[in-house]
């Protein structure tokens, strides 16, 4: 017996391998995440994207959303009642500098089996196709596994520039999302986005989860576990923050980003 999706919402995730929008966080919350992100820049003068692994342990808000009932429950519709989180990732795109996000399947470097993780898109501004909000190619997730390019391409969002580089888009969906709001999309589904036309900077949190049955297919490795029980213990479990920007986990968290984004790693670097 789902908890909060209908039959009809979890029939068409597994057919179309997203669902979206669904009401999540307060925006009051969602702006104040910004405003940390900014401070956060500020304070330490870097780019709060550069915290390209597990950014939700580094901030007491991103914390709590990525342990939010709302998002849990419908997470747990759609993968169960043992739920652990990856890693998570700051999605800043800047308001006309180009940036974008190439055609990829997490899939093909998250190095998990089976496939069975789901990414929670929440929105911390509105996101829309005229600020670049995701866009996905609806069943992908159910076709092939493409191979990736790593382009390093310096305007794509991604870590390693991993691309598609031939795929048929004329399919593919907006994901449109008021701030607050978020979507689902699956690990193997073929997803993007396009640049940011508009003024001002568009930003979301994606986390990622996955039941905690799943593997690792790169040896041992921490996750969150967020609701629920680690059963069979394939897991190690990350850091607990103690406070907001727990120092030892943003040191944690900015050597194992280096790792990910160098590109003398193979792609699927170990994401913490
Ligand atoms: O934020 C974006 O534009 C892309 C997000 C993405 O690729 C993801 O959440 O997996």
Redesign the pocket.
Known sequence: MPKVLTDDQITFYRENGYLAPLDGVDPVDTAAMCDDLEAFECDEGVLASSIVVKGHLCFRRSYEFSRHPVILDVVEDLIGPNIMALSS?F?M?PGKDGS??SW?Q?SAYFGLDPHELV?V?LALTD?KPEN????VIPGTHRGKSYSHVETFDEKN??ARGQSIDDIDDSGAVDLTLNAGQFSC?HERIV???AANDTDAM?I?I?I?YFPAHVKSTLGRRPADLVRGVDERGHWDADPAPTEDRDARILAHVREAGKRYTDPQYRQEAETV
Do not use: A, I, Y
């Not at 670049?132 to 866009?135: I, S, T």
């Open positions: 990732r999605w795109k974008f996000v990829h997490d990414t898109w996101s670049g909000c995701v866009r969002l991604l999309h997803h993007g986005s568009r979301g994606g990622f």
